[in-house]
């Protein structure tokens, strides 16, 4: 029963990861890219356009490139907490109100 449960737990993280995995290259493949263009020019900017771009252009919308890159290192600094905490096996002594406070 025991060896039952850890294989079901197994398959269950497998599934998840896959799901993952699919839901990335799913995302991936419907990111529309920047058209190559010969030279843009305007008044705000003067740029090339090459391919896909992930972050915003600061210079086109600086509060919106802010948020991004706030998430971005937010993000990188919570999976970071979450890497030392389960490292370190701190979630045993959390108790009820821990894990709330800490999640």
């Known amino acids: 029963s ?3 449960s ?3 737990v197994w398959v269950d993280m497998g599934a998840i990861f896959a799901t993952i995995g699919a839901t990335v ?3 991936y493949a419907f990111v529309t890219p920047v058209r190559a263009k010969a030279q843009t020019r305007t ?3 003067a ?3 090459v391919g896909a771009r992930w972050m915003c252009d600061a210079r ?3 509060s919106k490139a802010h948020a991004e890159w706030f998430i971005l290192k937010y993000s990188a600094c919570w999976i970071a907490s979450v890497g030392v905490v389960i490292a370190l096996s701190l979630y ?3 108790g009820k109100w821990g ?3 800490y999640c």
């Open 2 to 4: 025991g060896n039952m």
């Open 60 to 62: 086109m919308n600086p």
């Open 25 to 27: 290259a799913s995302s």
């Open 6 to 8: 850890a294989r079901n």
């Open 99 to 101: 894990h709330l406070l």
């Open 43 to 45: 008044k705000r900017s």
């Open 47 to 49: 740029s090339t356009a």
């Open 92 to 94: 045993e002594s959390f």
